[in-house]
């Protein structure tokens, strides 16, 4: 009878790692769904994350009790943080042993994953468990979206129980407050050289089109919201004026012109590090629109207003004003500097400049390459909406899983597109079992890592903060390609572009996953 409720609610792909007190749940599993298999719950999440974000409802989430939720939930960090709609199943020990606190109980059960999810959840009877999923769908799938938690005993699944009729449906947008919004659009109006910033929101939203034409009408600059796991405007638009920047003072001097800052869809903002300086230049004021109210709560500065980043952005255009007496801002510089003669390793330019003329204009990057992150905002611009994804929390491990689950959310919307997970060796070794499940469903996917050996965005952390010394930041001695191969994948070192641009062109005629592992030079981070 649950089956027959996840199917009424489209969670026919579970995401697992099977253990034995979720084997009652797994029992005689349908024909019509599909269980994806990943070898560590932390894979798991990841892949899920993405496939929620792409095919835009929730996913369902299968580990293993304690032990397994344990794995998930550095990447359940990652899915809080990025408002994606999971609902994470775990099987718990038998409720006639409980008491006892037996051998793969798991104790405090709604406990554990807190404060990661919005809701968790132990049913007090068998009889509970389909309404619980049901609630567990609507607390995911209401803004602001995010993962939730069942854990469920292991004998509910043997107790039979009567047809489930109760179905409800949900509404997943919360439109923004009239009269507040017209006085937004009033400022903006007014602002003689308004700045606006738009984050990952807006492209969850599907307001990727309508944030470009407010720009235009506006006139306004656009920066991209700091540390971003979604781009939400075309990044080779002339209007777009590059990365906010990271820290307080970064962020402050690169506002500094600007009478007024609108941010929709995002945090204010996403700090770190702690460099100090004013939050906001004086003379500029700020404006946030979000759907999220925990955001807008902890803002520190601005005026907030509360509603869904697509409804607010359409009904500014046909509030605000033609900023056609405004002077166009300028477009993001592009320096593209390359060296006279090719360096031994490459530098992270040299690699970007290499895919920049190889690489499809569908393809989708999933970037965890957190040391070149801006060179491949210069290189490789995101220009299309859905198709550029990062981690949302400040965590590594998340890029590699992730791409499997955008290629599977691809393949189940009938979309056919390159996936190039772009993902540093020190990142790709927190989930390198993940590329099995690529491999397993030959997913098109091109995996380019860069293998600096070293943990390079900590050694600028290091710089930064003034903490030499720092142990633990070399990876000397990994040898991915032999990893990568391992796990069923093809797989090749390269060292110069000529080579990376044929073997990329060759795992994209391929019909199954690719690992280009090139060997690069340590990256200054820009912070």
Request: net charge negative.
């Amino acid at each position: 009878m649950t089956y027959d409720l996840l199917r009424s609610l489209e969670l026919t792909t579970v995401f697992g790692n099977p253990g034995s007190t979720e084997q009652t749940f797994l029992q005689e599993f349908p024909e019509d769904f599909t269980y994806v298999l990943a070898l560590q719950e932390a894979s798991v999440i990841a892949m899920a994350d993405a496939f929620a974000q792409v095919t835009g409802r929730p996913a369902l989430v299968n580990v293993h009790s304690s032990a397994g939720l344990g794995n998930a939930v550095g990447n359940l960090v990652a899915a809080y943080h990025g408002n994606t709609p999971l609902i994470v199943t775990s099987g718990q020990q038998h409720r006639e042993l409980l008491i006892g606190e037996p051998y793969l109980g798991n104790r405090e059960a709604t406990t554990l994953p807190k404060p990661w999810v919005k809701w968790a959840y132990e049913p007090a009877r068998a009889e509970d468990v389909p309404e619980a999923f049901l609630r567990a769908y609507a607390t995911a799938l209401q803004p602001p979206a995010g993962p939730v938690y069942l854990s469920i005993p292991m004998d509910d699944w043997k107790r039979p129980l009567s047809g489930f009729t109760r179905m409800r449906t949900f509404s997943d947008r919360m439109l923004p407050d009239p009269d507040r919004l017209r006085g937004f659009a009033d400022r903006i109006s007014a602002s003689s050289r308004p700045a606006l910033v738009f984050g990952p929101e807006v492209d969850r939203a599907g307001g990727w089109d309508v944030a470009v034409a407010l720009a235009e009408k506006l006139r306004a600059a656009v920066y991209g919201a700091p540390l971003l796991d979604r781009a939400s405007f075309p990044e080779d638009h002339p209007l777009f004026r590059g990365p906010l920047g990271m820290s307080v003072k970064t962020i402050s001097d690169r506002l500094e012109g600007h009478d007024l800052v609108v941010v929709i869809g995002a945090e204010v903002f996403r700090y770190y590090p702690y460099v100090p300086g004013p939050y906001l230049p004086d003379g500029t004021e700020l404006l946030q629109i979000t759907g999220n109210p925990d955001a807008a709560a902890a803002a520190r500065v601005g005026d907030s207003l509360l509603g869904d980043p697509r409804a607010a952005i359409e009904q500014l255009l046909g509030m605000v004003e033609e900023g056609t007496a405004r002077t166009a801002p300028q477009p993001m510089e592009r320096p593209r500097v390359l060296p006279e003669a090719p360096n031994s390793p490459l530098t992270p330019p040299e690699v970007y400049a290499a895919l920049s003329s190889v690489k499809p204009a569908d393809a989708v990057i999933v970037n965890e390459s957190t040391s070149t992150m801006a060179q491949q905002v210069e290189w490789l611009p995101t220009t299309r909406t859905g198709s550029f994804f990062a981690t949302a929390s400040g965590g590594i491990g998340w890029g590699a899983p992730a791409a499997v689950g955008v290629a599977l959310a691809d393949r189940e919307r009938g979309v056919s597109r390159p996936v190039v997970g772009l993902i540093g060796d020190g990142s790709f070794q927190y989930s390198v079992q993940s590329v099995w499940t690529a491999a397993q469903h030959r997913l098109p996917i091109v995996y380019v890592v860069m293998r600096n050996q070293e943990y390079s965005i900590l050694k600028s952390f290091a710089v930064l903060e003034e903490t030499p010394g720092v142990p633990g930041l070399d990876l000397p001695g990994i040898d991915i390609a032999a990893l990568a191969a391992g796990f069923g994948c093809r797989s090749v070192d390269v060292d110069t572009t000529e080579d990376l641009q044929r073997e990329f062109k060759a795992a994209l005629a391929a019909d199954t996953t690719t690992v280009i592992v090139v060997a690069t030079q340590p990256q200054k981070a820009m912070l």
